[in-house]
């Protein structure tokens, strides 16, 4: 009798062990789904909850955001040549390296960013730095904008990826990723925090799993060119600047249908399909079986969900992971964006380079009915510069058709020198700038005619 007591007990206590886990799963993960995925209505034009935080906030700090950015710039700067400058006196490690002692190359872009942003705010310099198309678009449209929307973005996301969705997720779609995309099963998970997560973080994972004997060379290079695409948010910041905002649901699902077929195909063109499915020679193959067997799908995810659940971050935790987040954010990204942002429209808009290159594409964009097309074809190719440049560049065209094109194709294109390809280059994953800049055209050459062909057909 007192065995069978005992049993009961263990029962009770292993199934409200799994209650509790499954609500620490599903609870976050619904919230993450309501601030990330959920449409809702804002002036009568659909958008998502995040976005409604970010704005309330951009217009709460209305005239302050561009300075405040200013002084982080600044900071970046001087932080930044004081790290590089006392890294013999100072022990490795630690957040202020991580974020500081970044090597010259990045430091001189940090200077240049922070001086355009100095001149830009004091009206001091040539036209093309502090003129109203160039810096003054960078730093009070572009740069404030981000300020406000990565302070809600940088502490929400962890609900989306760190309790357990993703594996949910990840599970349900293995068998689609290893029949489809000639991805292990596994690699499900990964791909899918990268896709809906932030890109640069899914390179990092992705490298890391290469190094660790997970990937091969070919997994770990076909992972990170198509599937480390710029965060949901970073989409919608994208949809809001360029006057599409209202139609970010049609535009998602442009974005995302374009960019499965460019993985589907990317990966079985040169360079891709060139690499070879070697291990990092430190570590070997280190690949077990995939687990599951004699569950469903939905069971097996649900079980990863909890298992991941049961390793989420504490509230605390979570709150320094998010300070983490928006200090690279602040102190990483914006220098780059002010820097290569305010120089890639000055040549755009100062020079005749990008209509040089471009040229040749405007009766393509013509035959193919996009409104605009001798404005529109710059932005084709800028995207390879910065993610953003594009959508900065949409900015002076009339025609909202061509804004929806341009600003699908920039979030398709993935790979941009100013954060992700930097990224890519400094990580272990195999792949060079050459063989990046020719995963770009191939992106842009495939994706480009199926967001026009969306547009034409479902969305105008």
Sequence with gaps: MADSDSSTAGAHATAASDYRLFLRFAIPSLLGVLAFLTPMFEDGKITIGLAILSNALAALMEG????IAGIVLAASALLSIYATTTRARRTPGGLFASLFDI??????????????????????????????????????????????????????????????????????????FRTIF???????????????????????????????????????????????IVSITF???????????????????????????????????????????DYWPATGKQVAADSGEGLSLFRWGLQRAMKRAAHSPS?????????????????????LIMAIGTTGIAIAEYTP????????????????????????????????????????????????????????????????MSEVGAVILKSNVPLNIFELAAIFLIRTVITFPIIVGIAHLFVF
């Design 64 to 67: 302050w955001l561009g300075p």
């Design 182 to 228: 000639r991805l292990p099963g596994r690699s499900a998970v990964d791909a899918t925090a990268s896709w809906l997560g932030d890109g640069t973080v899914g390179v990092i994972i992705t490298s890391k799993q290469y190094e660790k004997g997970y990937y091969s060379a070919r997994e770990s290079a076909v992972i990170a060119t198509n599937f480390s």
């Design 315 to 335: 509230l605390g935790q979570l709150l320094r992971d998010g300070a983490t987040t928006y200090a690279e954010i602040l102190f990483g990204l914006l220098p």
């Design 353 to 416: 380079i990008f209509d040089w290159l471009t040229f040749p594409l405007v009766p393509v964009l013509e035959a193919m009915h996009v409104p605009e097309a001798a404005a529109a074809a710059p932005a084709l190719l800028a995207g390879f510069a910065d993610m953003f440049l594009p959508a900065i560049l949409a900015t002076s065209i009339e025609s909202e058709f061509t804004r929806f094109v341009i600003a699908a194709l920039s979030v398709t294109q993935l790979i941009y």
């Design 103 to 176: 090597g010259t190359p990045f430091v001189l872009v940090r200077i240049v960013g922070a001086v355009f942003a100095a001149m830009t705010l004091f009206g001091v310099g040539p036209e093309w730095i502090v003129g109203e198309n160039t810096g003054q678009v960078v730093l009070f449209d572009v740069i404030a904008a981000l300020v406000a929307f990565f302070l809600f973005a940088s502490f929400l996301l962890p609900l989306l990826t760190d309790f357990g969705g993703m594996e949910f997720v990840g599970t349900l779609l293995h068998r689609v």
């Design 235 to 277: 989409a919608l910041l994208v949809a809001n600047f360029t006057e599409i905002g209202h139609l970010f649901i049609p535009f998602y699902l442009t974005v995302t249908a374009s960019g499965l077929v460019a993985a589907i195909i990317v990966p079985r063109l040169p360079p891709l399909s060139r690499k070879r499915d």
